[in-house]
């Protein structure tokens, strides 16, 4: 079952390791003990808190609809869309959840934690709560520029896919004209045969007309004698 790891545990070293992560790197580490602070009674309501995850735990799973993005802290986690791993995600810092978040959408993958596992949560449904505009504003622009890397990410994808499948298309027309021309030779080639057999044919059939021919005559010359 997954477990928030209470409020004791967020120490120093928790923090130092938090103040690397992108998008919260911008944060001093008093803004991020406040964006992780509140009464004791109010943790589990918090905008941001770190989870623990159990070996086999689902952290997300596809076709749900919350809120909630994702740094790791420690573990490792698989992304599984459609029953199938697609990768996995173990480097402290890495996010996960928000491109979800960010569009509105249901959640587009599964994400477990393959052993124990430590990620750092936050809602971004009440972050605008924080009585801090300078940390919403930090977070809420960071992600934006997390959207706009991964924007860019995939058109360049697409752009090389695309170059990728040009070259294919490019190879293929080459390959295709080798191969007519190829097929154009065999064409005059078989012709060409079939023109020799034609003429053989008629060849054979003029001997076996003489041989026919001087069958009759020897035949004849038989009979005159």
Do not use: H
């Amino acid at each position: 079952m997954v477990k928030t790891i209470k409020k004791n545990l967020i120490n120093d070293t928790t923090i130092e390791l938090l103040s690397k992560f992108e998008i919260l790197k911008d944060l001093t580490k008093d803004e991020l003990k406040k964006l992780l602070s509140g009464r004791e009674i109010d943790y589990e309501i918090n905008i941001a808190k770190l989870i623990r995850y159990e070996p086999g735990e689902v952290v997300i799973r596809e076709g749900d609809f919350d809120s909630w993005t994702f740094w790791i802290v420690k573990g490792i986690y698989k992304v599984i869309i459609g029953g199938s791993v697609i990768t996995t995600l173990s480097t402290p810092g890495d996010i996960f959840g928000e491109m979800s978040v960010l569009e509105g959408l249901p959640r587009t993958a599964s994400v477990l934690s393959v052993g124990e596992g430590i990620c750092l949560g936050i809602d971004m449904s009440v972050l605008g709560n924080i009585d801090d505009d300078y940390i919403t504003n930090v977070i809420n622009l960071g992600f934006k520029q997390k959207k706009l890397e991964r924007i860019n990410t995939t058109r360049t994808q697409l752009i090389k896919e695309k170059q990728d499948l040009d070259i294919k298309y490019s190879n293929m027309l080459k390959l295709d004209r080798i191969l007519r021309k190829k097929e154009a030779a065999f064409n005059i080639k078989e012709a060409e045969i079939e023109q020799r057999e034609a003429e053989l044919q008629k060849r054979e059939a003029e001997l076996q007309r003489r041989e026919s021919e001087l069958a009759k005559r020897e035949a004849q010359a038989g009979i005159e004698q």
